[in-house]
Structures are given as structure tokens and as C-alpha cells.
């Protein structure tokens, strides 16, 4: 098998058409074909650049039936480039499943860096950075919205989210109601456009500035919260209490106690006495 040939994941900008860089044009013009979530809106970007390279769609409707004809083009020996309406490919796009078929079926990947929205927000949000998740899109129903943020309430990690401009009002009142008005989120919108805003602080105020201006329910969102923070006199989780029995099955309460907040972010003082109290 020719090593030459890949499958190359290529970002391309959020909005600044500067942040586009010199190794993906490149990778763009040398491949074979680029595969794009939608043909018509890649086809302005890459006619900016001057990239002629043929190109082909690959959504979420059919990325299942064309992973395979992709292969047999690999298999042919073109390289092929994926790239998606905007960002990093497959960071809530498509991608996964092709990316996942072409690795089992022996081909290279080849990553290249480049924008990102949730970590383009996530560094300038001024939130913990050190341990986060990406939660992509909150459910659009009300219940199942509300049981997706309850599962994360206890969460001690930066929690990011995307949501489109009709739905942010909605999410905002659901965290509300869900974690309480007192959490500290960020709301990051249009990054790296002309009209970028970054909106911070306790989520009911958040929500008051939203609600009452309509600028702010337009455009790219990035809604990041802060995660659960554990005060002295708080109840200790119970995921954490649930990990710290499992554990102490095995383990003595000293070892169990500390493993058990490093996984979830706890003083391990706190759940040893937990242990005491309990009598693990």
C-alpha cells in the first residue's frame, strides 16, 4: 500500500478567512479531491484561495454510503482532503464515520491544526482550562435539555457547549433552572468575525443581556460553564460517593479516597472523611 496516499482532516476558519493557513492550501490544492459538508459554500471559500481541486459531498445524510466509495478512491491512490462548512472537521460535523472506515481499512489520517471554535473561545473565556468537556449541541427539547444538564450539574470540568442564535434563550433559562442562576458561564459569539462579543458572568445575568438584546441571538455561539465547584459545606457528589465505595471494595480508604478525587475533581481529605464517617 502506497504510504503517500492519506485521507487529510483539514480545518478551515470560523469567519477570518486569515486564519486559513499556508499548509492547507496546500494540502487543498495538491490532493486528488476534497470531500465537503456542502459543496456550494466550501466552493466560495476555495475559490477565494484560488484551489481548482475537484470536490465532492460528504454530510451527515450520506457519510455512511460514501466512506466506502472514499476508500476505493484511496484505494486507487488519490489522496483526498475533508474539510467541513467551517472549523475542524468532525467537531460536531461529519467525519467520524469515514475517518473511523478509513483507518480499518489501512489508510493513513493526517491531521492538520488549525481553527476550532470551542478551543478558540475556551482560551480567551478566562474559565479553568486545565481539565474541560465538549458537549456539543444541549438537546433542542425542553425535558431532554434539562435531563442533558442535570447529568453535567455535579461536573467539576469547564462544560462547553455550541448553540444556534434561536435556541440560546432557551439553554440560557434551562441553566438557570438546571444549575442554578449563580453559575458563572461565557458566552462567546461570532468569534473571530467583526462583530465577536464575549458575554461573561453569573448565568442569570447572562440571560437578562440576551433576552434583552436581539444582536445577541444572532450569529455562531460557544456557551462555556464553569464546572461544579465543591465548597467546604457542600455534600460531597454523589458519582463521587458511588466511586469511592466501588473503590474501597478493592482498596484500602486512603487509596480509594485519593483516586477517587482525582477522578472527580475533590479534595481527597474530604471524601477520606467520608470514608471515616461511613465507615468504609
Known sequence: MDQSVALYIVPTPIGNLGDMSSRAIEVLNQVSLIACEDTRHSGKLLSHFGITTKTTALHDH??????????????????????????????????????SHVRQSGFNVIPLPGPCAAITALSASGLPSDRFTFEGFLPSKEKARADKLLSLKED????????????????????????????????????????????????????????????????EIVLMVHGY???????????????????????????????????????????????????L
Not at 172 to 181: A, D, K, P, Q, S
Request: glycine content about 6%; overall charge negative.
Open 62 to 99: 450520506n457519510e455512511r454510503a460514501r466512506a466506502q466509495w472514499i476508500v476505493d478512491q484511496l484505494a486507487a491512490g488519490q489522496s483526498i482532503a475533508l474539510i467541513s462548512d467551517a472549523g475542524t472537521p468532525l467537531i460536531s460535523d461529519p467525519g467520524y464515520h469515514l475517518v
Open 229 to 279: 465547584h465543591l465548597s467546604d459545606d457542600e455534600a460531597i457528589p454523589t458519582v463521587a460517593i458511588n466511586t469511592l465505595k466501588l473503590l474501597c471494595e478493592e482498596l484500602p480508604l486512603k487509596k480509594a479516597a485519593a483516586i477517587a478525587a482525582q477522578i472527580h475533581g475533590l479534595k481527597k481529605n474530604a471524601l477520606y472523611k467520608y470514608g471515616l464517617e461511613s465507615d
Open 156 to 219: 467539576p470540568r469547564t462544560l462547553i457547549f455550541y448553540e444556534s442564535p434561536h435556541r440560546i434563550e432557551h439553554s440560557l433559562t434551562t441553566m438557570v433552572e438546571v444549575l442554578g442562576g449563580d453559575r458563572h458561564v461565557v458566552m462567546a459569539r461570532e468569534v473571530t468575525k467583526t462583530f465577536e462579543t464575549f458575554l461573561s458572568g453569573p448565568v442569570s445575568e447572562v440571560l437578562a443581556k440576551v433576552s434583552t438584546d436581539p444582536n445577541q441571538q444572532k450569529g
